[in-house]
């Protein structure tokens, strides 16, 4: 089965936003926290780096599945291929 041009058009930009987003997680995830061992004042009882841990990285993840879910069903209305939802 052969995809029309705007299916693929459609699906090269769900993996553009795909791909950014992931590539933010990663260094949220792995390259910010490991330079966060070099905060080592105190917050609120905690290292920095602890709270950056525990609590910043939770706050971009939510960000990050909202900003998703946003894109996507904007994305979906565009191109006609959303869920029934009439608004």
Do not use: C, P
């Not at 299916?7 to 930009?13: D, L, M």
């Amino acid at each position: 089965m052969q995809l029309t041009e705007r299916q693929q058009e459609y699906w090269h930009k769900n993996l553009t936003v795909t791909s950014v987003l992931l590539g933010i997680w990663f260094l949220v995830t792995f390259v910010l926290m490991y330079f966060a061992r070099d905060l080592s004042f105190n917050f609120f009882g905690w290292t920095f780096a602890f709270y950056m841990a525990a609590q910043g990285t939770l706050i971009i993840y939510v960000v990050i599945i909202w900003y998703y879910a946003r894109y996507m069903n904007n994305l979906d209305r565009v191109y006609d291929v959303h869920e029934g939802e009439d608004e």
